[in-house]
């Protein structure tokens, strides 16, 4: 993990907590908004660690707002 937060640029000592996810081949995430009190006060990352070209990752504030975010290498 510190290999990416250092390419990131965020120090260890701000990381409250770290989720790694597997996510089989084919599944998805429906278009979800995080909710609650703590979200204005965090900043969440999202890194693939392996991923491919079919594979798609939007972030916006509505659903008409979704821009694809990449997720090439580097």
């Known amino acids: ?5 250092e390419q ?3 120090p260890e000592s701000r990381v409250i907590r770290c989720l790694l996810a597997a996510m089989p081949a084919g599944e998805h995430i429906p278009t ?3 909710t ?4 204005p006060c965090c900043h ?12 798609v ?5 509505t659903e008409e707002q979704m821009w694809r ?3 090439e290498p580097g």
Do not use: K
Request: aromatic share 8%; glycine share 8%.
């Open 69 to 71: 975010v990449p997720t």
């Open 32 to 34: 979800h908004h995080d």
């Open 1 to 5: 993990i510190t290999p990416i937060l």
């Open 57 to 61: 990752f939007s972030a916006g504030y």
């Open 8 to 10: 990131m640029g965020v």
């Open 44 to 55: 969440r990352i999202h890194v693939p660690i392996r991923t491919d070209a079919a594979v």
């Open 36 to 39: 609650g009190d703590w979200v």
